[in-house]
């Protein structure tokens, strides 16, 4: 069957699945389902699984309805996405040029590629450590007797060759597209079936409380002013600093609560989904199988695999200090050594911690002074601190494997790790081609779109360079860019699913379009507050000047230009009509 074929294949069966409904619809949907999972491969990255890490170790099991309500927000705008495009079969971005205003197209375009490129960095980084750190640490580790530099070049190498040759699948007609499909669904089933493996296990070894657990999906406001009730008796031991670690705290948890909400659906997912779906040959009957193919391939493989890392993370670490700083001793007496990575974010809230006290007296110590300074502070800032510190992916397994042993909690959990990695990857470089094909208004197939895909083929660097003060100028700048952009894309489809110019006779009407605009507007602002919120809480220099000025110059740069655009066209519109 021939790619001009398989849609109105799809059309016949999908119409006969919806006269018999029930199981026979659901089962036809899942068959055909595709770029909704493309969607749960992208999400499922390394953010996701920092957010919910942190998640656990901050309030336990207690944010785990933040996940569910800002990926749930998330759907709903990709829906209405999916509406727009399968109701006209427009390419989006020559749409918005058209029918919304050239500015956003073009502000939307220039995000996702700067996103795609800078966000596939820390993919091989994530990658490259799950391989030498828990897969093959014999073969490619530090164990292997080969230089570091060797290690990460042959598991980069092989990250970008295995993306590419998935890549290639993708264009050549119908088949390789089902090919790529599945490939992405086996990866997705294996991040969500790695991570519930390690919960499965801690369970039957009785080290979780599913009531507990369970009561952490009932949203609570609270967290926004107050910590978790799990820190109280180690903040009353802080005595007059108690405040001051309490603010730092809920800060934190505001912080991961807030940049749930804007980064659940990045920007660039709202260019891949209706891209994929026209690449389908997708069109007006496919709306329903849209929606079904987002429940099923995004919002359950990603509540089900972030939920898994809370509730690990929460049950290893929260409010429980990280081993080797509190002079911990093993049963032979000997000291404990605090896991590497952690002592400098350890030292870092130490030193926060007396610059509060002491001000600006404290940083014109030499560091042998801080280091006595630190040393000599109360147990219980030191247990605060070490309760504290952003433990990441590699400590929990090594944490798990004291519970679940070595098997479950570096061999799956790398594995885990592993498919998140190389998933995004593998669909940032599919969007990548896309953006770039739609910016030199060619069509995205064939080698143009195959070779634009390796661009963010550049990530294969991110082993090399994402460390220290390299992830900070990379990722906060575009991290920032992107997030205050996806309101702008969200408002820009809502425009679009109001626009009886561009929607026609598919304009939902009547009681349809007032639910569409309700769950449309909710969305909204949950995604424009988020993204205000990551905005203003940057205060890192760039050229000498906080992030948060330089992005807010830049939304009322856009703003403004589309405003003055949308005048302008406006106007000759108002012209030729006189």
């Known amino acids: ?68 309500l800002a990926m749930g927000m998330g759907v ?28 956003l197209a073009w502000s939307w375009a220039i995000a996702t590629l700067m996103a795609n490129i800078v966000w596939c960095l820390p993919q091989f980084s ?106 109280d008796g180690v903040l009353a031991a802080t005595g007059p600093f108690q405040d001051y670690w309490s603010k730092l705290i809920v800060a934190d948890q505001r912080d991961v609560m807030i940049t749930a909400a804007a980064t659940a659906v990045g920007i660039n997912m709202t260019f891949l989904l209706p891209y994929s779906m026209l690449a389908r040959g997708w069109g007006k009957e496919f709306r329903g199988l849209a929606t079904f193919d987002l429940s099923t391939g995004l919002l359950i493989p990603y509540l089900l695999a972030t939920s898994c890392v809370v509730i690990a993370a929460a049950s290893q670490f929260h409010a429980q200090p990280a081993t080797g700083f509190l002079g911990e001793r093993t049963e032979q007496g000997e000291l404990i050594q605090p896991a590497g990575n952690l002592v400098g974010g350890f030292n870092g809230l130490l030193d926060a911690r007396l610059a509060h006290e002491r001000g600006a ?51 799956v959990f790398g594995i885990g790790v592993l498919g998140m990695a190389l998933s995004t990857i593998i669909i940032l470089m599919l969007i990548s081609g896309f953006t770039v094909c739609e910016m030199l208004g060619i069509p995205p197939t064939g080698n143009p779109r195959r070779f634009a895909c390796l661009i963010s083929g550049v990530g294969i660097l991110g082993p090399f360079i994402w460390t220290g003060k390299s992830q900070f100028w990379l990722a906060v700048p575009t991290s920032v860019f992107g997030f205050m952009l996806l309101p702008i894309a969200f408002w820009t489809f809502f425009g679009m699913m109001n626009s009886k110019k561009l929607m026609g006779e598919d304009l939902p009407k009547g009681g349809k379009r007032i639910v569409w605009n ?60 006189g």
């Open 1 to 68: 069957m021939s790619a001009n074929q398989l849609p109105d294949a799809e059309k016949q069966a999908l119409r006969a699945a919806r006269e018999q409904g029930g199981l026979t619809k659901a089962l036809t949907y899942l068959k055909f389902s595709g770029p909704g999972w493309l969607q749960g491969a992208i999400t499922l990255g390394g953010g996701s699984l920092t957010g919910a890490l942190y998640l656990g170790v901050l309030a336990g099991y207690q944010l785990l309805w933040v996940q569910l």
């Open 76 to 103: 709903i705008m990709l829906s209405a996405i999916a509406y727009v495009t399968l109701s006209t079969g427009k390419r989006p971005f020559q749409a918005i040029k058209d029918h919304i205003n050239p500015v």
């Open 126 to 231: 994530l990658g490259v450590a799950a391989v030498r750190q828990n897969l093959l640490p014999g073969l490619l580790g530090a164990e292997a007797g080969i230089s570091d530099t060797s290690g990460k070049l042959i598991v980069s190498i092989a990250l970008l060759v295995i993306a590419t040759v998935i890549i290639w699948f993708y264009d050549s007609g119908g088949r390789g597209i089902k090919i790529f499909e599945a490939l992405l669904k086996g990866m997705v089933a294996v991040v969500v079936i790695s991570f519930f493996g390690v919960v499965a296990v801690m369970t039957f070894q009785g080290g979780l409380n599913w009531g507990e657990v369970l009561s952490g999906f009932i949203p609570n406001l609270g967290y926004f002013n107050h910590p978790a009730p799990s820190f």
């Open 361 to 411: 007296a404290y940083s014109a110590l030499s560091p042998e002074e801080k280091a006595a300074a630190r040393a000599a502070l109360p147990e219980s800032d030191r247990r605060v601190a070490a309760m504290l510190v952003k433990r990441d992916a590699f400590n929990l397994a090594d944490s798990l494997s004291r519970l679940t042993g070595r098997t479950w909690s570096h061999i």
């Open 518 to 577: 309700t769950l449309m507007l909710v969305a909204l602002t949950y995604a424009t507050i988020g993204a205000a919120w990551n905005i203003w809480s940057r205060t890192q220099l760039m050229f000498g000047v906080q992030i948060r000025w330089i992005a807010i110059g830049v939304v009322a740069f856009i703003v403004i230009s589309a405003l003055i655009v949308h005048i302008r066209r406006r106007g000759r519109e108002l012209g030729q009509g």
